[in-house]
C-alpha cells in the first residue's frame, strides 16, 4: 500500500505557515512565536500529522532547508546599502561575533560548563552566536518606525554572523573540540583560505546566474533561476570543502547587485561603458514588479523550512533533559546576551566617535541587541557534532534551550517595547 507521509508532513506544514502568519497578523504580534509553538505542539501532541522521521533525515534536510533560509534575506539588500554601511556591517557580522565566541572561550578558564576543553568552549560559542535571519525578520516586520539604515545593519549583520560563525564552528571550534588541540596559524590559514575561495565562488556563480536571467523575462523562471543558484553555491562549495553558507550570501547578494544596476536608473548612468558592457546593460534582468514577487516566494519558502527545522527541534526536545541542563541553559543564555549587549555597545560607542560606522544611539544599541535571536543554523550544527563527543547531550539541551529562550524573551521585549513603551513618532536612530 503507498504511503502519503511525504504528502501528509508537506499538508501541515503549509497549514501551519498558513494559520500561524494569518493569526499573527491579526494580532500583531511576531509569526514566529506561533510557528515554533505550533511545530511542537502538533509533533507532540498530533504525531500522526507528522509521518515522515525527519530527525533521521536530518542530512537532507538541511540541503533542503539552508538554501531557503538564507536567499530571502540576502535578496533584500541592496548593494547600495551594503556599500554605505560596509564597515558596520563588517563589524557586527565578523569582528564582534569573532570577539564574542574569544569572550565566550575565555570562560572555559572559571570552569563554568565542567569538563569541557577551550576548544569545546569555542564550537560552544560558536553554535550559539549565530543568529536566526528568519526569525529576526518575523518579529521587526510587525513594527513600524524601525529606520532604513537600522534593518539593512539588522539584516546584513544576520546573514554575515551566521557565515562568519559557521567558519568558526567548522573550521576552528569542532576540529580543536575533537581533536584536543590546534595550531592557531594552521586555523588562521584555513579560515582565510575558506573566506577567499568561498568569495571567489559565490562572486563568479552570483554574475553567471544574473546573465542567464537576461536570457526571458518570466517571473516564475526568474525567481526558479535564483532558487536553483542558492542551490547550487551552497552544494558546490561543500563539495569543495569550503563554506556552502557563505558562498550562497555572497552569490546571492552578487546577483542582487547587478540586478539593482539594472533597475537603478541613476546608477546607469554613472556606469562606466566598461560596466556596462559586461552586464550587456540594454537587456534587463528582471522588472521591479517580478522582484517583488520573488521576495514574496521567497520569504515563504523560507518560512516553511523555519518549520520543518522547528519540527527537528520538537523531536530533539526532550523536557527532562532541559530540566537536567536548566543551569548551563541559563548560564550560556546570559552570558551570550550579555556579551552581545557588550558588542553593540561598543559598535554604539564606535559610531558616536567616527565617521565610518553608524551613529544608532541608545535605541538602536537596545534594538541591536534583542534583535539576535537564535534559530535554525544553531540547531544545525549542534546536531552535526559527531556522535562521538560526550558531551554532544549537553551541548545539544544547552542550544536548543538558548534558541527557545531568545526568540521568545528578545522577541517579546522588542514587542513590547513597539507597543507600549515607544512613542508613535519615529526617532532618529541615525543622526
Known sequence: MHSFAPEITLITILSIVVLSTTIASKLKIPSVFLLLISSYL???????????????NFGTIILFCIPLIFMGDALHLKFSDIKRHAWSIFYLAV??????????????????FKGLS?????????????????????????????????????????????????????????????????????????????????????????????????????????FFTLLVEAYSAYVLAEHFHVSGILTLIVAIVATKAWIDADLDEETSKKDKSFLKKIRLHSFVSTSKDRLEYIYEMAQELGYIATVVIFFVLAEMVDLHKLWEYRVEILIMFVATTLIRALMMAKFAFIGAKTQQIAPVGVEGWFILTFSGMKGALSIILVHLIPDSFEYKEMFEAITIGVVVLSIFVYGITLWSYFTFFREKKETKLFR
Open 118 to 222: 577551550i576548544g569545546a568552549y569555542v564550537a560552544l560559542f560558536a553554535i550559539n552566536m549565530a543568529t536566526d535571519a528568519v526569525s529576526v525578520q518575523s518579529v521587526l516586520s510587525q513594527f513600524s518606525g524601525v529606520k532604513h539604515d537600522l534593518k539593512v545593519l539588522i539584516e546584513g549583520e544576520s546573514l554575515g554572523n551566521d557565515a562568519t560563525a559557521v567558519i568558526a564552528f567548522f573550521f576552528i571550534g569542532l576540529p580543536w573540540m575533537m581533536q584536543g588541540s590546534l595550531s592557531a596559524s594552521d586555523a588562521a590559514i584555513d579560515a582565510i583560505r575558506v573566506f577567499g575561495i568561498s568569495t571567489i565562488i559565490g562572486l563568479a556563480l552570483g554574475y553567471g546566474f544574473y546573465m542567464l536571467m537576461k536570457l526571458y523575462d518570466d517571473k516564475r523562471g526568474e
Open 95 to 112: 569582528v564582534a561575533v569573532a570577539f564574542s565566541i574569544a569572550i565566550g572561550a575565555s570562560l572555559s578558564y572559571f570552569d563554568i
Open 42 to 56: 502538533v509533533y507532540t501532541l498530533f504525531s500522526v500529522a507528522v509521518p515522515l522521521d525527519l530527525a533521521s
